[in-house]
């Protein structure tokens, strides 16, 4: 199962505090073509790197997501002594791969603790007002980003579906025209969120007048936002997505609550992990090439649980999809998981537990939970979430 239910696109509502830096763009990229080959590591479904900041010694880790500003730890720009205006940081030069970005501003204002469940330290995210400086493509099968400035000409790859895009308003990130059920509407290019889709839960109404198929609703939350406070979420196959010339049926979808300025379809990494992916922020076109093995998920081999870390670290069930393996073992949101698989839960175990879910080659996880009515040991076998 590939269901990690932390979104970080999530940070493109907050993009208003840039205001401070008004004038201040991020510096462009220079007039000499360049291309910076940069390897990255997967951390669920976020796409993680390494980077020095002002020349240090040590290396820090960024989450690169499209859909969100570029942010650092506040605690970490207090540390290294960054310049400061407002809720915003400067970074004189942010080095990846040997190579220096220059002049990068960064929101301080987001807790990054949000990620501590993943069991790596994110101490900032590289978002799409610093990406626009270059061509970005994301090679997904080689763990690869190539960031580059490109001279004026250049060839298509063989089947290349090419798709025009604009930036949104307030940080950047590419959005694209998109049919969803013979719909017209625009959607976001979003590598913080895992799903192929998301769309606004305000909608679910409308498409599901429509005619959706396999619709399953949580008890409890799978997927949220900061700033809202969901009660629950829906997943269900859309008919037909269209995005240029990539055409598919049967896509699994979630709706979710958004935050206002994030409220449209939000395109993510269980689609987008099918292609090679360039961003062009330089020509405001997309370029996808199909790997050959591409397959748009339509369903979701899975316990049908989401699992949390609570404040004072124990793991707890915040979601649980409703007629999953999970919920037909009596597993109920606010349960606290004890042990699995005869291991303790602990917050240094969580990690490795939510590989075990993700991983479709897992087939079943015994669990110890405890709640109100005390403890019990269930053996969870996945299925196919939609029927």
């Given at each position: 199962?590939?269901?990690?239910?932390?979104?970080?696109?999530?940070?493109?509502?907050?993009?208003?505090?840039?205001?401070?830096?008004?004038?201040?763009?991020?510096?462009?990229?220079?007039?000499?073509?360049?291309?910076?080959?940069?390897?990255?590591?997967?951390?669920?479904?976020?796409?993680?790197?390494?980077?020095?900041?002002?020349?240090?010694?040590?290396?820090?880790?960024?989450?690169?997501?499209?859909?969100?500003?570029?942010?650092?730890?506040?605690?970490?720009?207090?540390?290294?002594?960054?310049?400061?205006?407002?809720?915003?940081?400067?970074?004189?030069?942010?080095?990846?791969?040997?190579?220096?970005?220059e002049n990068v501003f960064c929101y301080t204002g987001f807790d990054l603790t949000l990620f501590k469940r993943l069991g790596t330290p994110i101490h900032g995210i590289i978002g799409s007002n610093l990406l626009d400086r270059y061509s970005a493509t994301f090679d997904f099968k080689s763990r690869l980003l190539v960031l580059s400035t490109h001279a004026s000409t250049r060839s298509l790859p063989k089947g290349a579906i090419v798709i025009p895009f604009r930036d949104h308003p307030m940080n950047k990130s590419p959005i694209v025209k998109l049919r969803i059920n013979g719909s017209s509407l625009e959607g976001m290019i979003d590598t913080g969120q895992p799903f192929p889709l998301v769309l606004p839960i305000e909608d679910f109404e409308k498409y599901k007048d429509g005619g959706l198929s396999a619709v399953i609703r949580s008890k409890g939350v799978m997927v949220k936002w900061p700033m809202t406070k969901p009660d629950h979420n829906y997943m269900t196959r859309l008919k037909s997505i269209k995005l240029g010339s990539l055409a598919a049926k049967d896509i699994a979808c979630v709706f979710g609550e958004l935050p206002p300025l994030l409220s449209m379809p939000?395109?993510?990494?269980?689609?987008?992990?099918?292609?090679?992916?360039?961003?062009?922020?330089?020509?405001?076109?997309?370029?996808?090439?199909?790997?050959?093995?591409?397959?748009?998920?339509?369903?979701?081999?899975?316990?049908?649980?989401?699992?949390?870390?609570?404040?004072?670290?124990?793991?707890f069930v915040e979601g649980v999809w409703e007629g999953s393996a999970a919920d037909m073992a009596g597993i109920r949101a606010g349960d606290v998981i004890i042990a699995f698989n005869n291991r303790k839960a602990t917050a240094a175990d969580l990690p490795e537990l939510l590989d075990l879910m993700r991983n479709d080659d897992v087939k079943s996880i015994e669990f110890e939970v405890m709640n109100a009515n005390g403890t019990k040991r269930v053996r969870v076998n996945k299925t196919m979430l939609l029927k």
């Open positions: 199962m590939k269901k990690p239910t932390l979104a970080v696109a999530v940070i493109t509502f907050l993009i208003a505090v840039q205001a401070p830096f008004t004038g201040h763009r991020s510096s462009a990229a220079p007039n000499t073509g360049i291309e910076i080959k940069i390897p990255f590591d997967k951390l669920g479904h976020f796409v993680l790197l390494k980077a020095k900041i002002n020349g240090s010694q040590k290396t820090y880790n960024f989450i690169v997501d499209t859909g969100a500003i570029t942010i650092i730890d506040k605690d970490l720009a207090n540390e290294l002594g960054l310049k400061k205006r407002g809720l915003m940081a400067k970074i004189s030069t942010l080095e990846v791969a040997g190579y220096q970005m939000l395109i993510g990494m269980d689609l987008l992990t099918q292609y090679r992916v360039t961003i062009d922020y330089l020509r405001h076109e997309i370029v996808m090439v199909a790997y050959s093995d591409a397959h748009i998920r339509d369903n979701y081999y899975s316990t049908g649980l989401n699992i949390n870390m609570s404040k004072g670290d124990s793991t």
